[in-house]
C-alpha cells in the first residue's frame, strides 16, 4: 500500500502564494507518477499537474487553469511532491488531492489507484 499526505493549506488573499507538499510512502515503484487535482464544492474532480519519478528528466504536466501560476517540483531524498501556487485567485480554492499511479501520467482522477486526504485551499478576494 501507499499513504499519502499532504500539508500546507491555509486561508490567502487573491494574489498571494501557497506551497503544499504531499509525503509519500510504504509501497515503492521504479517508475510512477504523482500528480495534484483539486476540488472545489459542486464542481468535478479537476487535474492540477503531475510529475513523473523514475527517469532521469522530471517531465511535468499542467492543467489550463494553473498553467504559468503553479509549479510542481519533487524532492527525491524526502520523496515528497511540492505544489508551489503563484498569483492565487478565488477560484482556485478547493480541496487539493495528491495521488499516485504506478504508470505514465493522466489527467483523469479515476486512472490514479492512491490518494491522500486532501488539504483545503481558501483564496479570499
Known amino acids: 500500500q501507499v499513504q499519502l499526505v499532504e500539508s500546507g493549506g491555509g486561508l490567502v488573499q487573491t494574489g498571494d502564494s501557497l506551497r503544499l507538499s504531499c509525503a509519500a510512502s510504504?509501497?515503492?515503484?521504479?517508475?510512477?507518477?504523482m500528480a495534484w487535482f483539486r476540488q472545489a464544492p459542486g464542481k468535478e474532480c479537476e487535474f492540477v499537474g503531475a510529475i513523473v519519478w523514475g527517469r532521469s528528466s522530471s517531465p511535468t504536466a499542467y492543467g489550463d487553469a494553473v498553467k504559468g501560476r503553479f509549479t510542481i517540483s519533487r524532492d527525491n531524498a524526502k520523496n515528497t511532491m511540492d505544489l508551489q501556487m503563484n498569483s492565487l485567485k478565488p477560484e482556485d480554492t478547493a480541496v487539493y488531492y495528491c495521488?499516485?499511479?504506478?504508470?505514465?501520467?493522466?489527467?483523469?482522477?479515476?486512472?490514479?489507484?492512491?490518494w491522500g486526504q486532501g488539504t483545503q485551499v481558501t483564496v479570499s478576494s
Open positions: 510504504g509501497r515503492t515503484f521504479s517508475f510512477y507518477t
Open positions: 495521488a499516485l499511479r504506478p504508470t505514465v501520467w493522466s489527467r483523469r482522477p479515476g486512472d490514479y489507484s492512491y
